[in-house]
């Protein structure tokens, strides 16, 4: 059974940190691309960022780069974003979902349905 859970949601003040953890199973881990995307509520899905494990290779949105880092431990099978800095318009459902790593590449990489599997999501509410 394909699994994506994600974790450590929550409510912090403006500024501060979180840590959201991605674990998958199921699948293998190393032919998919990771990436987490994030909907506020009335707006659309976005893409926030993107790692491929077997390069390592890391995208970012625009809106995040500098703040928010992603990485990947896999030997667990296990995405990570960090977030500093946060600013309410961080808040959202943070969503984390892989796809095959040719197919959600290049302009292609924000695609929402060319991901093959999601997270049910946890909240990340940035208060100010």
């Known amino acids: 059974e394909v699994q994506l859970v994600e974790s450590g949601g929550g409510l912090v003040q403006v500024g501060g940190s979180l840590r959201l953890s991605c674990a998958a199973s199921?699948?293998?881990?190393?032919?998919?691309?990771i990436a987490w995307f994030r909907q506020a509520p009335g707006k659309e899905r976005e893409g926030v960022s993107k790692i491929t494990s077997s390069d390592g290779s890391t995208y970012y949105a625009d809106s995040v780069k500098g703040r928010f880092t992603i990485s990947s431990d896999n030997a667990k099978n296990t995405v990570y974003l960090q977030m500093n800095s946060l600013k309410p318009e961080d808040t959202a459902v943070y969503y984390c979902?892989?796809?095959?790593?040719?197919?959600?590449?290049?302009?292609?990489?924000?695609?929402?349905?060319?991901?093959?599997?999601w997270g049910q999501g946890t909240q990340v509410t940035v208060s100010s």
């Open positions: 199921g699948f293998a881990f190393d032919d998919y691309a």
């Open positions: 979902a892989a796809g095959p790593v040719a197919v959600v590449a290049g302009i292609n990489r924000w695609t929402v349905g060319w991901y093959d599997y």
